[in-house]
């Protein structure tokens, strides 16, 4: 029988074939912890009393959600998971080294693993045609000590991207326009699944700007088929070995099909305080919204291209009074790529300012929270009431470049004017 | 179990059950508890009483996998979450910790209802209204891992998972 991308990556660590529908168990290759999910999965482990980890080479902790830390009680949590990484001899990703899934798509994630992570967004490891999902504490225990997690195969949704993006478009506006347009339960318990020109057209960081997206429509996961780019990616990154090629099938069954002409997209914004509320940037809701910080960076938009597609717009110019602009890098090596390149000074030259590589603001516990009133238009994942902070501020999500133009005119901003 | 009704709307996300700005706080999960569902309805986390029901619209739970939304939602004593959808996430972090999450047709439910849940017999009763909402099996590994009271609790007594 024919499989979708989901079936066939599930089928491969259920050891056996699996359709949508059923309930399998599953080898998982890899499992993940963060800061803020970690301490309980740590308690979870000893809990279980099953030994600290089943394969510590193929476990990780990431410091990432507070990077250095801010608050003693997590900074204590911190020495706990440094603890464990030591006693267990799994990997441990400290201070400074940038975003899990992020980290993990430059030095592990590759087509065919299965992967889970105590993190919603861990679903951005499909970009590489990983099966990568996000679970909690309590599961990723489970999956650390004995090395394997139940599931249900996924119904899948097969997403066709056509046509090219106009200038001042990225892949941010299509998953923005996709979840606008299912909503935000609207793959709930489903696989996403992305085929079509433009999606082929599409870079590794690209890519995972939509996968790590996917949990915001309620997807169980983003998959892409591994290509010429994939491999690119692994090549440049010194793991030109990690790649194999994966294809859904011919004639697998979708849930449903949703076909996106990409030449007819504008760039999108979500409006407070959900990701599906979504409006073209040029609609009259986008005129006069002042935007008092501009924020670059996140799992979602956290590689090179991302910083660079807001430079291009920032180059020579600079933020407006009133605006802060404030950027992330995603990882240490973007921020070394963001150095050597001269973005840094393109950056500092428009009034920016930089943080540590890691999570930064977008959770919500330090480096640019918001105000109260105050409005953030951010490359971010989610806006939900509360996310970057603060509970009385409105958070708008968009691409890096409309956070830049956003930010050189102190409202939100088509950067299409500045390209 | 019985207790009131807590209504809460559609899309409550993990944001506004477990504030990310209180993060520092998830090694300390009793003072964690005295902010749960703080910023969707501030008067829940002084007025709940134990065995008493949150009740939300549709797709409860969205957002990150912070297994700390409904551990605080079940420290507070709640006896259950009934929803007309829930986040997978959320959804699977309720049954790991031993907290019924059932799926039913919530609108019919008023705030401060008093509810009842038969998990056996797959009904949550509003005896205030005299009626019985009936919600859709779970998979067999899914009740029994509630039953067990958590996904801890399950594997030492399984020693693995059993599926069918």
Redesign the interface.
Known sequence: MPLTLAEKLISMHAGREVRAGE???VKVDFAYVQD??G??TVD?IA????GLSSAPSHTAVFID??SPSS????S??HV?LREYARSSGCLLHDVGEGVSHLVLGEKITAPGMLMV????H?CQGGALGAFAT??????I??AIA?G?T?M?VPEAIRVEVTGRLKPGVYSKDIILYLIGLIG??GA??QSLEFFGETIESLSIPGRTTISSMA?EA?G?CGLFEPDGHTLEWLRENGREGDYREIKADRGAHYARVIKIDAASLEPMVSFPH?VDNTRPVSHPDCRNVPVHQAYLGSTTNGYFEDFEAAAKVLKGRHAAPGARLVITPGTKSVYRKMMSSGLMDVFLDAGGVINSPGCGAC???HEG?LGDGENCVASIN?N????????RAFVYLASPATVAASAIEGKLADPRRYL | MSGKAWKFGD?I?T??IA???Y??????LPELAKHVLE?ARDEFRTGVKQGDFVVGG??FG???????APTIIKMAGTSCVAAK?F???FF??CI??GLPAVRVDTDRIDDGDELELDLAAGVLRDRTKGMELSFPPM?K?MTDILSAG???PY??KNK??K?A
Not at chain 1, 47 to 50: P, R, Y
Not at chain 2, 23 to 28: F, G, Q
């Open positions: 309930l399998t168990v803020w999910t301490p309980l979870k809990e279980l009393g099953a959600h507070a608050f003693r009680e997590v204590s949590g706990k992570g105590a993190d919603s861990t996000g679970m909690g504490s309590t599961d225990a489970v004995t394997e139940w249900l935000s339960d709930t318990y949990v309620g169980k959900m959770p919500g516990s929270i989610r939900f009431k509360g996310r970057m902070g603060n509970p | 899309n996300s944001d506004l504030a990310g700005r993060a520092h706080l998830r090694t300390n910023d549709r797709n969205l957002g990150s996998s912070r297994e700390h959808s986040a997978r996430i699977r972090n790991n910790i998979p590994v958590g996904l801890v594997l030492k693995g998972f599926l």
